[in-house]
């Protein structure tokens, strides 16, 4: 049985790898930062020792030691090669960075889009990571058209790729959403208008209205918008159905209520200071990691909730989005280092829900 000292430290131990796993692992070095590593080498070395001054355990106390000695050499050596990479241009920072935003919306994409059925799709959202890849576009072609660099090339052109593809795509659901009959068109719609009534409960209701996006209901608003604009067409047309009536209903009634709210979340964000919305913010990521570490880490990933761990990218996806807006209005230490560590998590979240669908036998 482990002594209480050594189960101390073996959880300071895990600690210490998470921390590293979020915040190095798998990501450019050029973007990394110096101090932070520091930090947890420092902290491997001084765990690594309190280990080693240990008397000898069982064959599990030694392997600690062992992979604890083996980190310090790890982290050590990923320091070397970050000292390196940050010798780079500020441009090639800065084109790194643009290279992860892109992938993350990539990431988006997938879990939103690919595989599923077109007609249900959400045209809001695709606008959106459309615009979002169109100014992430434009700025990497800047940079690469000033450095002239080659490395540079080829993830511009996959965000080029994607951009016309998404474009494609989007034409592409809004014709399916008027294909086949009219009951069933009319089912796709009230399918659509579900999709939407979800994104609300779970990112809006019971939420502190300061930390809402008001941009995110308005996108909300105006699909809804659309969807009853489609479902009158239907009536108009000639097609009778007390389902479609109703649910014609259901949508102007939650269109009301939507409307209503993202008026209090204006409000309520122009009274809060700037500083606040920040730290705000900042314990809205902190609860959505907590529900992820709550629910994921450490479990069986082949048993996992997808659909879970997707809320939780976007809801994270929502902060950051939110966080660098502030950035913007005014610049604060806290706000930049939450920023980056959000977006960290962000990218640990998105690739642990590519490593359960694997674990799940489905195709990525």
Known sequence: MASPQIDALRKQFDELNSEYHARFAGQSRVTRDVGEIDSILARSKELSAKLSALPVGDAED?????????????????????????????????????G????????????????????????????????????VEKRMK?????????DMTGDLELVTENVKMYRTERGAIAEARGSG????????????????????TESFAGKGRSTRRPALLQRMIGNLKDIKAKMLALKTSGFASETNDRNMQIVNDNLSMYETEIAEVKKVRASTKLIDLMGNLGSAA??????????????DRAGRDLDLLSKLCDQLG???????????VEKNEMNVKNLSIVSDNLVMLENEYREIQKAKGIAT
């Open 142 to 150: 800047e940079l690469h058209n000033k450095l002239k660099d080659p």
């Open 181 to 200: 009959t009219q009951e069933q068109q009319a089912d796709t719609l009230a399918e659509c208008a579900n999709e939407q009534f979800k994104i609300y």
């Open 286 to 299: 902190n609860d959505a990691m907590g529900e992820y570490r709550e629910n994921f880490a450490g479990k």
């Open 62 to 98: 030694e392997e600690l030691k062992k992979v604890a000695r083996d980190n310090v050499e790890l982290f050590a050596a990923e320091r070397e090669k970050i000292v390196e990479a940050r010798k780079a241009a500020p441009e090639v920072v800065e084109f790194a960075a643009l």
């Open 100 to 135: 992860t935003t892109a992938n993350l919306a990539f990431a988006r994409y997938r879990r939103h889009f690919a595989g599923k059925p077109r007609n249900t799709r959400d045209l809001g959202l695709i606008d959106e990571l459309i615009e979002d890849l169109s100014k």
């Open 318 to 328: 929502e902060i950051a989005r939110q966080m660098s807006d502030l950035g913007r």
